[in-house]
């Protein structure tokens, strides 16, 4: 999921071994299906149906079907990536963008034991030694010095993406150390940082992959 709330699930490659992941992840597709009962993408998001302003696709179509490129429904074949081509997958419903906000969240804030917080930018996670205690944020009426304490055999899930993620690790002192040295060197990021001698060496960020697709845009020059 992206911006402009594009839509693709995962291929198989994406939790292989080959790419560092457990073996056991291998069999991710129940869990995939769980996703896409519960969140499924279209490829025509108009309340209607229907498909708009199609030009630039048809333009498109026409140079790749000369070039030996097939047409597929994206989502339909996650792990079809070589010469293929279709419309943009997203994640509306109802001919609104939907994505977690609108699932997910939405049965969370039904829970007596769920709070959510709007505007808290969390920094980092509060540990002692490899035992995190809680996470530090810039709202301090959640706790001193901005930190939510963690209950007794809680958990912290950190989702801040692909960037926001590894940097709250680097800020708490998990990662390699060369990252870990940079933060040291921003004030304003090594405020709370740990002394070095309690720093974790992980390789937090290392052998990131992604699925590149080209959306093509036409705009008329009138």
Same mark, same amino acid.
């Given at each position: ?23 056991s ?11 896409k ?14 498909r ?61 034991n ?17 035992? #995190?205690? /809680? ?6 009426? !959640?706790g &001193? ?6 209950? %007794?055999? =809680? ?16 800020q ?10 940079? #933060?040291? /060197?921003?004030?304003?990021?090594a405020?709370? !940082?740990? &002394? ?6 992980? %390789?937090? =960020? ?10 093509v845009?036409?705009?008329?020059l009138?």
């Amino acid at each position: 999921m992206s911006h402009y709330s594009l839509y693709w699930y995962p291929a198989d490659t994406d939790f292989s071994s080959g790419n560092g992941w457990p073996s056991s992840w291998a069999n991710h597709q129940p869990y995939t299906n769980k996703l896409k009962a519960r969140l499924p993408s279209t490829d025509a998001p108009s309340t209607d149906g229907k498909r708009y302003l199609e030009q630039s696709f048809n333009v498109v179509q026409q140079l790749l079907k000369n070039q030996g490129y097939s047409q597929i429904t994206i989502n339909d074949n996650p792990n079809y990536k070589d010469h293929a081509y279709g419309y943009s997958a997203f994640d509306f419903i109802g001919g609104e963008r939907a994505g977690p906000v609108a699932t997910y969240l939405q049965t969370a804030l039904a829970r007596p034991n769920f709070t959510y917080k709007d505007c808290v930018m969390v920094s980092q996670v509060v540990r002692n030694g490899s035992t #995190v205690t /809680g996470v530090r944020t810039n709202d301090t009426s !959640l706790g &001193p010095g901005g930190v939510v304490p963690l209950n %007794p055999d =809680g958990r912290v899930v950190l989702s801040a993406g692909s960037f926001g993620t590894p940097r709250i690790l680097f800020q708490s002192g998990i990662g390699p150390s060369d990252m870990l040295q940079v #933060v040291q /060197g921003n004030s304003a990021a090594a405020a709370n !940082l740990p &002394p070095q001698s309690q720093w974790i060496n992980l %390789p937090v =960020g290392m052998g990131v992959s992604d699925n590149p697709s080209i959306n093509v845009r036409c705009r008329s020059l009138r």
